[in-house]
């Protein structure tokens, strides 16, 4: 089994919403990943989960939270979002993180439209 | 830099060859991907290879690395009108987590 399950498929939300993106994956992996994806345009990696820890940060904005409450969950918590960071976001995860590169296996992705 | 360079498009007659380049810039990355997205959907991995590798085949993939260069290349013998999606290659870079993909190949297949 090599799924990575998002929710929800489609969301549309206003600027002053709170909204949250859930992740998961029954495959045992230690590190999951938050990517946004313009249209157009190829993935861009927003945050880094390793062993339910904060790794990797790319200078994302306040508005989009992450959370790792276990090895198999992983949320994007979104906040006064603007119009902008309408996109799609995907989900990733792998075996592990840290001295070699592990294969990223990734959900369908939840299309985000902020009005 | 960390650009990975693709070209935007690519049409084929069903049946032919196809041949998808990226040109990829750190030459300290592991392994390097190559990623299917169909419309709307999210990527799927296709196959991926070794640094330390020259070639890697697949059923109907073949994935050609020239490190010298930093070419990447995948071929898909006999395409199909199914193949028609976007293809992303991807590198790894140094020992991190991250994945810094190429800027994407629309492949349209044609009857």
């Known amino acids: 089994d090599t799924e990575v399950t998002q929710t929800p498929k489609h969301l549309v939300m206003g600027m002053t919403n709170k909204k949250s993106l859930k992740c998961e994956q029954h495959?045992?992996?230690?590190?999951m990943y938050w990517y946004k994806q313009k249209a157009k345009k190829p993935p861009e990696l927003m945050f880094v989960y390793s062993y339910e820890k904060l790794s990797i940060n790319e200078s994302v904005p306040s508005r989009f939270s992450p959370e790792c409450p276990n090895s198999s969950l992983l949320n994007l918590h979104l906040h006064a979002l603007q119009p902008e960071d309408s996109a799609l976001y995907l989900c990733a995860s792998s075996q592990d993180s840290g001295n070699y590169q592990e294969t990223q296996y990734f959900g369908p992705g939840t299309r985000l439209l902020v009005l | 830099g960390e650009d990975v360079e693709q070209s935007l498009f690519l049409s084929v007659r069903e049946g032919d060859s196809s041949v998808i380049n990226c040109t990829y810039t750190?030459?300290?990355?592991?392994?390097l991907y190559w990623y299917k997205q169909e419309p709307g959907a999210g990527l799927q991995l296709l196959t991926y290879i070794f640094s330390n590798m020259d070639m890697k085949q697949d059923q109907r993939l073949t994935v050609l690395l020239n490190k010298k260069d930093k070419h990447l290349s995948l071929r898909i013998a006999d395409t199909q009108t199914g193949d028609s999606a976007i293809y992303f290659c991807?590198?790894?870079?140094?020992?991190?987590?991250?994945?810094?993909f190429g800027t994407g190949t629309r492949l349209q297949v044609f009857p």
């Open positions: 750190d030459s300290s990355s592991t392994y």
């Open positions: 495959m045992g992996h230690r590190a």
């Open positions: 991807a590198e790894s870079i140094g020992n991190t987590d991250k994945l810094i």
